[in-house]
């Protein structure tokens, strides 16, 4: 954000020397700002940008979760509110950690909306201690095996 400030300040005062004079030339400065500018617009040209890198959202609730193979929990950071789920005996090792980890943290965000403390417009980060699962669910919505639905559903 700096760096466009930067640049539109440069940008103002060479338009500034032109309004006066009808003509100006750009400074090693102001050229080198343009150029870095350029290789700036082109990178995100093709590679685009993260909407992160855009606007700055305050954070309304951060919750963490984590599963068992017996159990889930959650809770919000901000507010204090926690849930502890154990599962049923005859639901207990019937699916993958990954698929209990993404149903914790849904079920720690359902918690908020049952009490009515989410928005429209309200800013979630919702985190668990499983780094594979993200992977797992990018891949899980082009299996076509019968003993995988709660990984789907999931996905």
């Not at 760096?3 to 060479?14: D, E, N, P, T």
């Not at 909407?51 to 609730?61: F, G, I, Q, T, V």
């Not at 789920?85 to 079920?107: G, K």
């Not at 594979?132 to 990018?138: D, M, P």
Request: charge should be negative.
């Amino acid at each position: 954000m700096d760096m466009l400030r930067h640049f539109l300040s440069c940008l103002r005062r060479v338009l500034y020397r032109t309004s006066l004079h009808r003509f100006t030339f750009l400074r090693n400065c102001e050229t080198a700002d343009l150029e870095l500018m350029l290789q700036l617009l082109q990178i995100a040209s093709s590679k685009g940008v993260s909407m992160n890198n855009l606007s700055y959202r305050k954070l309304d609730h951060i919750y963490r979760s984590d599963a068992s193979l017996f159990g889930l929990g959650g809770y919000n950071i901000i507010s204090g509110q926690a849930l502890r789920l154990q599962l049923p005996v005859d639901c207990q090792l019937r699916t993958s950690i990954n698929s209990l980890e993404f149903i914790a943290a849904t079920i720690s965000i359902w918690v908020d909306i049952i009490h009515g403390e989410i928005n429209l417009e309200t800013c979630i980060l919702s985190q668990t201690d499983n780094t594979s699962a993200a992977g797992w669910l990018k891949k899980s919505n082009f299996s076509e095996e019968e003993d995988e639905v709660v990984q789907l559903t999931t996905a």
